[in-house]
């Protein structure tokens, strides 16, 4: 059975890039995309992104490239995947205010494991940084 992955392939190929750069500032865009063997375009679309969401700034000219606007220690995986992707949700019953099984039965006994579950998922992405990811002597 192939394996299914929790994060999205923009998502990825974002904290990749983040990584990379923590390590080696002011690469282009391409260089990026080599360097992490990736679709040109689609690492543009990625950084681009993430330059809305003020995670990097891009500077044009002989000199530029792409670099960190923040530390790596102010950088959560949450922070990437909901910059991408919106909200992170294990399933999105845990969301709603009444699931399909409670509007059927009254009630619903997944539904609070599946908030508990949301909200350690959460934690665990939040409270790993870029920093944490990295070796030591970056």
């Known amino acids: 059975m192939p394996v299914r992955s929790l994060l999205r ?13 923590a390590e080696e500032p002011g690469l282009s ?4 995309a080599q360097k992490l063997k990736a679709p040109p375009a689609f690492m543009a679309k990625v ?41 992170v949700a294990l399933d999105l ?12 039965r009254g009630v619903c006994y997944l539904k609070p494991n599946l908030v508990r579950m949301n909200l350690e998922i959460r934690k665990a ?6 920093k944490d990811l990295l070796p030591e002597k970056v």
């Open 125 to 130: 992405l939040g409270g790993l940084t870029l």
């Open 29 to 32: 865009a391409v260089e990026i």
């Open 47 to 87: 950084l681009s992104k993430l330059a809305k969401a003020g995670l990097v700034e891009s500077r044009m000219g002989r000199a530029g490239g792409v670099w960190l606007k923040g530390a790596p220690e102010e950088i959560s995986l949450l922070k990437v995947m909901e910059t991408l992707s919106g909200p």
């Open 9 to 21: 392939r923009e998502e990825s190929y974002a904290l990749h890039a983040l990584l990379l750069l």
């Open 93 to 104: 019953c845990a969301t709603l205010k009444r699931c399909p099984t409670e509007e059927r």
